[in-house]
């Protein structure tokens, strides 16, 4: 039995775990939950866990009624520190969208739990001191993002001298046959289209512009310590297989399944066992074709714009991720082009001078002068308008 705190627990992936806990619940027990502004959602998810620790992280929303009446609720970032590292809970999900969940992620490898890791963008920004401190502390740091969680797979029990290369498979979003031209015009209801997967905004625009792609080939860099160069995108638009290793005998294997974050979010809890559960199996004579495509780099400079930053390290990643994170705030707002999103991520960058294997301070200040870098520069394009 593990009990876990999952952090973001309103969200997609949490909703996905409260539906992994419901299904294999002599083997996962939810200890801890925290949400940001869907109080609505969390009463729900209380309901459903009545001995969950709370924590609403939204400095301006008041606790419900209904919650403050049945156990304590935490409140803000000290809360959300303290859900994190609960002496009950053994793993900690972090499923917040963005950075918010990087604070809470070091403390609960300070008090020794497990990290389940499907924020990205804090391995993006910090994946060397975090997989550093999970190191020093023996903790395990177990990958939810669907490629990571199937390289992980395929990578169980290998010797890493035997892998030559890590290709991440991208469903290639709403727009993988669109023109150049017809990007200008893309709206965010468009963009809010994912062909195979049911996620969270700020996930979904990045998988329509690739920057998803982008950020998960520097979160794999991490998380398996292999250099950016062994480290391939290849676009599988039916999202089946979900990633895989080539060996050095050019070998491959792969990971499979439906695409439901249920699967990697119960292999990440259950691991190193396998459990049974009521997920569909995969039927082999349904599936019509899998089809595989080179990504069009010209078309979508996010790739290219990632692999730069991953290269180079230090205080860059950081920058990517947050000029990225204002950028897709701007275009959900009307307020910036779709392609105007990856025009803003390489004018920061270029305006960047990276500092190399950076401390967290150096991260956290590069990641602030990126946001208001870039909040600027929307700003001054739209003002010239
Ligand atoms: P959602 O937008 O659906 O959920 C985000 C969660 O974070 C919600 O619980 C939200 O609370 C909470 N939250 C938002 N802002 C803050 C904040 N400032 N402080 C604390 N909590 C906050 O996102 P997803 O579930 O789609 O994604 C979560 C993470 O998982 C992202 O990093 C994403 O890249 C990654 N991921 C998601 C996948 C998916 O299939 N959805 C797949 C792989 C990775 P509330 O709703 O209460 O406001
Ligand atoms: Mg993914």
Same mark, same amino acid.
């Given at each position: ?11 997609? %992936? ?35 866990? !009545? ?35 609960? !002496? ?7 499923? #917040? ?18 990290? $389940? #890791? ?21 903790? @395990? ?6 490629? *990571? ?44 289209? *994912? ?46 297989? @979900? ?82 994170? #204002? $950028?897709? $705030? ?21 305006? *960047? ?9 150096? %991260? ?8 208001? *870098?870039?909040?600027?520069? #929307? ?7």
């Amino acid at each position: 039995m593990k009990n876990v705190v999952v952090l973001g627990a309103t969200g997609s %992936i949490g909703q996905s775990a409260a539906k992994v806990a419901l299904d294999i619940p002599q083997r996962m027990r939810i200890v801890g939950m925290s949400a940001h502004r869907n109080l609505a959602k969390l009463e729900e998810l209380a309901a459903q866990f !009545p001995e969950a620790a709370l924590c609403i992280t939204d400095a301006t929303a008041p606790t419900p009624d209904a919650l403050r009446c049945t156990r304590k609720v935490l409140r803000g970032e000290e809360g959300l520190l303290e859900l994190a590292t609960l !002496p009950e809970a053994d793993m900690v999900l972090i499923a #917040i969208v963005g950075i918010g969940g990087l604070r809470p992620a070091l403390a609960a490898i300070e008090a020794g739990k497990d990290i $389940a #890791i499907a924020s990205k963008e804090i391995l993006v920004m910090a994946g060397e001191i975090v997989m550093e401190a999970a190191r020093r502390k023996g903790v @395990h740091v177990l990958p939810v993002d669907s490629e *990571h969680n199937a390289i992980f797979q395929c990578l169980e029990g290998r010797d890493p001298a035997h892998v030559r290369r890590l290709i991440l498979t991208a469903s290639g979003g709403p727009f993988r046959q669109a023109t150049a031209e017809s990007l200008e015009s893309v709206t965010p209801a468009q963009a809010l289209k *994912h062909p195979t997967w049911n996620m969270g905004s700020k996930i979904t625009i990045d998988s329509a512009t690739l920057f998803n792609k982008g950020l998960e080939m520097i979160e794999a860099r991490w998380l398996f310590n292999v250099e950016m160069r062994r480290i391939d995108v290849i676009v599988h638009p039916q999202s089946v297989v @979900h990633s895989m290793v080539e060996f050095v005998d050019s070998s491959v294997l792969a990971q499979l399944s439906h695409s439901d974050m249920c699967f990697p979010i119960q292999y990440a809890v259950t691991w190193p066992e396998r459990v049974t559960n009521t997920l569909p199996p995969l039927d082999f004579s349904q599936l019509a074709r899998l089809e595989f495509e080179a990504p069009r780099r010209d078309i979508f400079p996010a790739l290219d714009l990632a692999r730069h930053a991953g290269e180079t390290g230090g205080t860059l990643p950081a920058v990517l991720n947050a000029a990225n994170e #204002i $950028a897709v $705030a701007a275009f959900l707002e009307h307020r910036l082009s779709f392609p105007g999103i990856w025009k803003t991520v390489a004018a920061v960058l270029a305006a *960047h001078r990276a500092v190399a294997h950076a401390p967290l301070d150096a %991260i956290v200040e590069a990641d602030q002068w990126a946001r208001i *870098h870039a909040a600027q520069r #929307i700003q001054a394009s739209h003002d010239m308008k």
